[in-house]
């Protein structure tokens, strides 16, 4: 049978990998308004979680969350490469392909995101906290990096719409 | 006369565009100290100065450091065209080629110096907080993204740095 | 006056100073043809010249244009300190602040955009002959990636667009 | 047993797995030859391969080389979730994780390096057509655009020696 690309497929795919990893919606949208609450004083969970939403429908970030959790889930029964098991196995300091995927995923609303993405990823609140408990057993190297590089995505995404809105009050 | 790039000119006049805009590497050796004292107790300030100079050794950073300084002192003379001497001026939330400049500093050492980057831009100790202060009448919205991005740089050579030393020490 | 970003200010200033540069949406567009004719054999100017139009519309696009072209023009009038001054009007290899800021315009559509980016910058076809011919006096070392990172990223947009109207054929 | 980061092993692993996947440095400098002899005549396949064994050193390199053909050889084996399956196997245009992880290994030696890597992805010269025939059965989604890659960051590394040399010459 000939290969032909299904969208709907690798959205539904990306939404069951995060689900099946224990990451809520709710959850990258409470980091979307510890990092924008303060910004925007009236911003409410249901924004937060549309624009989560929003920044799911990408294709860029399904394909980044896909590959991301791949790679977390391959380290978690011992099939990658021994050099690159132990470094994905570990989160090592000095592997940043984590990293680096997660910078595809913020760029999706531009590079105003990139500071929102370092800074919830060092402060590691909500979520954030747990995937990087290093006593469960589970491996999230990929998972943390992408969750936080979603909630500063849809924080940019957030940032753009309340332009729109103050402009369309005042009449510009 | 032909043109042929100078690199020893291009270096001090990096330099120099630094020191005229009130920035010394003590400063931003002191933000690499900040973001790297916790993982390395023993850090001096030796140490991090000599990384951040290693930093501004790169051209890369130099062609960084020349171009969003130069931005700057367009704005605070205002000879900028009009909607972007606005954005400039005022560090519009939304206008992010000061990150994308930045990120083309952090990658020097790789992407590991991402999350670095985007912490101390939002917390903004030492030198930064002065940079943000929209009091002065001085315009550093490159600046501020261009010192951060240098300590994040710098401390990514740290900790490749680090790990050389503990390899040698353990005989591998 | 307090100061409040007006975006549709932002918009006409950067579609007035690709204008006054001497740059025509059809222009662009005849990069996307040619990039994206072989592969979609029905491809029309049409369809390109509205894929270039949407992503002029992004904001992300507009402060690149602006902030590469008013460099171009600085060194154009020799505005620029003197060693960036050399490297910008002579285009210098080693300097590549341009790629950095086209890297923001490309990554609008997502990453599958960085080929086409970099191949139509070493062909060179179309207006970006012209852009290169070092005989003018103009200077265009930020125009040229410009032009062709938004050709690029009208590029991705008509591949993501394409895949959609297949899998709605397919009734997917 | 305590986990503790072993870079020569990280270093070998990655040698090997281009080895293993029949990759010689060779035929990655000859692309770095086929990119620069145009701009250094007398530019020779020593240099090139010289070129090639430093970026080949760099941590950064190595992680993303150990990553991606990772992906690959796990594609071959049909090991991964269905819907990144069927996009990594049929190398998926609209899947860019690819030139992601290609963008980390060209930053090794700056941003100049962004347009060769995009000109010889699509031009696909020596190795790189062989990488790219579909019909081996073999699956290189990830490691052409990593040869490419690491031809691009060996190109920019020669062009900074060069005007090093240069520089010497005229005793700047």
């Given at each position: 049978?000939?290969?032909?690309?299904?969208?709907?497929?690798?959205?539904?795919?990306?939404?069951?990998?995060?689900?099946?990893?224990?990451?809520?919606?709710?959850?990258?949208?409470?980091?979307?308004?510890?990092?924008?609450?303060?910004?925007?004083?009236?911003?409410?969970?249901?924004?937060?979680?549309?624009?989560?939403?929003?920044?799911?429908?990408?294709?860029?970030?399904?394909?980044?969350?896909?590959?991301?959790?791949?790679?977390?889930?391959?380290?978690?029964?011992?099939?990658?490469?021994?050099?690159?098991?132990?470094?994905?196995?570990?989160?090592?300091?000095?592997?940043?392909?984590?990293e680096i995927i997660a910078l595809g995923i913020v760029n999706v609303y531009g590079?105003?995101?990139?500071t929102n993405y370092g800074y919830i990823d060092k402060m590691k609140p909500g979520i954030l906290e747990h995937l990087?408990?290093?006593?469960?057993?589970?491996?999230?190297?990929?998972?943390?990096?992408?969750?936080?590089?979603?909630?500063?995505?849809?924080?940019?995404?957030?940032?753009?719409?309340?332009?729109?809105?103050?402009?369309?009050?005042?009449?510009?």
């Open positions: 049978m000939e290969y032909s690309l299904n969208s709907k497929k690798v959205a539904a795919a990306a939404r069951k990998m995060l689900a099946d990893r224990g990451i809520k919606v709710e959850q990258i949208a409470e980091l979307t308004h510890f990092l924008q609450s303060k910004y925007y004083p009236g911003l409410t969970m249901e924004q937060c979680i549309e624009s989560v939403e929003s920044v799911l429908v990408k294709r860029e970030v399904q394909n980044a969350v896909l590959t991301g959790i791949q790679l977390d889930i391959l380290a978690e029964k011992g099939l990658l490469e021994p050099a690159l098991q132990e470094m994905v196995a570990n989160d090592e300091g000095l592997y940043g392909v984590d590079s105003i995101g990139l990087n408990d290093k006593s469960t057993g589970e491996i999230h190297t990929f998972l943390d990096d992408i969750v936080g590089a979603i909630a500063a995505a849809a924080s940019s995404r957030i940032a753009h719409r309340k332009q729109a809105e103050v402009e369309e009050k005042e009449g510009k």
